[in-house]
């Protein structure tokens, strides 16, 4: 199932959070709630970047968005490329793949695609 047309169906709105930045930027995008329909042109438009990810400052900027704060929790749906990353973060998180799960389920059920 289509994760996004399944938040479209169910009225969702959407965050979408890149661990890399878009070719010509610096910084990934800022967070924000979208629509399903944006988000699918978001997701669209993405493309395999070929330098190390930032997962560390994605986690960081996701936990302390105030996108988020007092909204109910959600689903968290984490799309991986499977590979282990060791470099800390501001929270002090584990980015292991145990460990970015375990920081994720404050903002819902966590599911983990490789």
Avoid: H
């Avoid at 929790?73 to 470099?87: K, R």
């Amino acid at each position: 199932m289509n994760i996004v047309d399944r938040a479209d169906r169910e009225g969702r709105s959407i965050v979408l959070v890149t661990t890399a930045p878009e070719p010509g930027d610096t910084e990934p995008p800022p967070l924000r709630l979208m629509s399903a329909a944006e988000a699918r042109e978001r997701v669209r438009g993405l493309v395999p970047s070929p330098w190390q990810t930032r997962r560390a400052a994605a986690l960081d900027k996701l936990l302390a968005s105030p996108v988020l704060r007092g909204k109910p929790p959600g689903a968290v749906i984490w799309l991986s490329d499977g590979i282990e990353e060791g470099q800390p973060s501001l929270s002090n998180s584990d980015l292991t793949a145990a460990g970015m799960a375990q920081s994720l389920m404050p903002l819902g059920g966590v599911t983990l695609m490789v």
